[in-house]
């Protein structure tokens, strides 16, 4: 029975198959090629979180602008080079982005384990969910497999990563152009739950803005005044700045969102609700979160024979 286009058709079929299981990642990829990487991952990015809370933080946003940016193939660790401009001096990156060393030593634990294996992608996408957990924020099983990237894009970096002066809006045209809905944009928000920011990131909300708790924005001027101190830090979560909670919404109910991008999620809009969905019920925004980050890690993998393994994460092979 098996005619020519009998055997054209399970060929393409098989084909097909292969494919699309190439292009899918699974949380056990590396569990016989390097049995010991996400202990090895998760004891450094403990170790730095120890020496500094906030470096958390920095490793989790790490994650977000590599997958944002034509996916989640560790480009935005890539130094410039004679070939092309990198990613890290883009607007919301420079002088801002931290992290990279704590990505170099983990590389340099994992390359002298088992050489060549691990890709620079993955170990952003482990060492987010470790530092969430280890900031005590929930956790979730992180799937394996991506590829690193022999380019980047300064401009997909300057276009696709979101600015805290977006109104709502925008934000929402922000998320949904990465196949996000507004319920996902307000999860992966409650990020802000920790880490720092820059004093010229919301100096206008302290100053121009009405829907701003006066005391909150008076006590947050005197370290950033109307001009100078543009790189003075305040805490992202006025609250509880080093652990991953949900208080970072309750601020937003209080009209003390640090960015002018955290409070439209809270200001009179379609996201009120689920703002305060997120207060009364902690664990829907633990869940929500995580399911929201593993989406995220799918953003466009590079997967099978496509990129490569970088031996130096700062580096093209
Ligand atoms: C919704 C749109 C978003 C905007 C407009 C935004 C903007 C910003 C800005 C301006 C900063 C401060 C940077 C600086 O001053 O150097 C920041 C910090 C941070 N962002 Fe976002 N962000 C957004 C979404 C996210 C998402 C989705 C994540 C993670 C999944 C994230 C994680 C973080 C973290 C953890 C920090 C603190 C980093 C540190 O302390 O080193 N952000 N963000
Ligand atoms: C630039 O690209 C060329 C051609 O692909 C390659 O041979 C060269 O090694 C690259 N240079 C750098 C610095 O990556
Ligand atoms: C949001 O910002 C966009 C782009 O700046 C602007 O076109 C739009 O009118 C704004 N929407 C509201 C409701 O302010
Ligand atoms: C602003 O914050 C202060 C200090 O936390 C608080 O006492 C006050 O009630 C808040 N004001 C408003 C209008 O929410």
Redesign the pocket.
């Known amino acids: 029975m098996d005619s020519p286009t009998n055997f054209k058709v399970s060929l393409s079929f098989l084909l097909l198959l292969v494919g699309i299981a190439s292009a899918q990642l699974s949380s056990t990829f590396y569990s016989s090629s390097c049995p010991n990487a996400l202990s090895t991952i998760k004891s450094a990015v403990d170790s730095a979180v120890s020496s500094e809370a906030r470096m958390g933080a920095s490793l989790l946003r790490l994650h977000f602008h590599d997958c944002f940016v034509n996916g989640c193939d560790a480009s935005v660790l890539l130094d410039d080079t004679a070939n092309f401009t990198g990613e890290k001096t883009a607007g919301p990156n420079a002088n801002s982005l931290r992290g990279f060393d704590v990505v170099d030593t983990i590389k340099t634990q994992l390359e002298s384990l088992c050489p060549g294996v691990v890709s620079c992608a993955d170990i952003l996408a482990v060492a987010a969910r470790d530092s969430v957990v280890a900031l005590n924020g929930p956790s979730w099983t992180v799937q394996l497999g991506r590829r690193d990237s022999t380019d980047a894009s300064l401009s997909a970096a300057n276009t696709n990563l979101p600015a805290p002066t977006l109104n709502l809006s925008a934000l929402i045209t922000s998320f949904s152009n990465k196949g996000f809905n507004a319920n996902e944009l307000v999860a992966l928000s409650g990020s802000h739950t920790i880490g720092q920011a820059r004093c010229t990131t919301f100096r206008a909300r302290l100053y121009n803005e009405a829907n701003i ?4 924005a008076t006590s947050l001027q005197a370290n950033c005044p109307s001009s100078g101190g543009d790189d003075t830090l305040s805490p992202l979560d006025v609250t509880t700045p080093n652990t991953f909670d949900n208080a970072y919404f309750n601020n937003l109910v ?3 969102g640090l960015l002018h991008s955290d409070q439209q999620l809270f200001n009179g809009g379609s996201t009120d609700s689920q703002v305060n969905a997120y207060i009364s019920n902690p664990g829907s925004f633990s869940t929500d979160f995580a399911n929201a980050m593993v989406k995220m890690g799918n953003l466009s993998p590079l997967t099978g024979t496509d990129g490569q393994i970088r031996t130096d994460c700062k580096k093209v092979n």
């Not at 708790?213 to 909150?216: G, L, P, Q, T, V």
């Open positions: 708790n006066s005391s909150f209080s009209q003390k």
